[in-house]
């Protein structure tokens, strides 16, 4: 092939061979942009900070009760399962990138950047959610930095939810704005 014509594609036949090196490596080729093992340290910790947040909304929408409680309720039952889409998504790319994913409940929220608090009433639950929210999204925006345009299917993935938490932070806010000063309710 004339190179002259392509001048950034690698010819097919450097492509295959390159390729078929390293085969244990599955997704990871040698082209990958940073250090797959940093990479994997670096979305452990977001898995973690996710399955601490699947945690947190579950436990509040079990336990936010009385009627004006129930916009909220609906709300974190909808955080929690968009939480775990997230947790899902950052343990399948470990994977790809040969890693386990860190699933052990030993030392889970030392791993993870968000915190689990359970909230004595509802908005003390609203304004914890949108703390941890807050702390998700400059998580994820410090991590899209890194990721950058090396390793572009991870960044890709990121940036998405960055997008869903920053929507989260924003319902997290509306709703702490229409209760706050109401009298408290559901304490546990
Ligand atoms: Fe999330
Ligand atoms: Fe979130």
């Not at 579950?58 to 009627?67: E, F, K, L, Q, V």
Request: proline residues 3%; glycine residues 8%.
């Amino acid at each position: 092939m004339n190179t002259k014509d392509k001048p950034f594609l690698t010819d097919v036949k450097e492509l295959r061979r390159r390729a078929s090196e390293h085969i244990e490596d599955g997704a990871v080729t040698g082209s990958y942009g940073i250090d797959a093992k940093q990479a994997i340290e670096l979305l452990q910790g977001a898995l973690a900070a996710e399955i601490v947040c699947v945690l947190r909304y579950t436990m509040h929408y079990i336990s936010a009760t009385g009627i004006a409680s129930d916009g909220p309720k609906e709300e974190f039952k909808a955080h929690a399962a968009e939480e775990q889409q997230h947790m899902l998504q950052i343990a399948e790319r470990i994977n790809q990138l040969g890693g386990r994913p860190n699933f052990n409940p030993d030392g889970l929220s030392s791993r993870a950047a968000s915190q689990y608090t359970e909230g004595r009433n509802l908005v003390e639950m609203l304004k914890e959610n949108l703390v941890a929210e807050r702390i998700a999204i400059d998580h994820y925006r410090e991590l899209i930095h890194f990721f950058g345009e090396k390793d572009p299917t991870t960044r890709i993935m990121l940036e998405g939810i960055l997008a869903t938490e920053e929507e989260h932070a924003n319902d997290m806010h509306d709703l702490l704005v229409a209760h706050e000063g109401r009298p408290l309710i559901g304490g546990s």
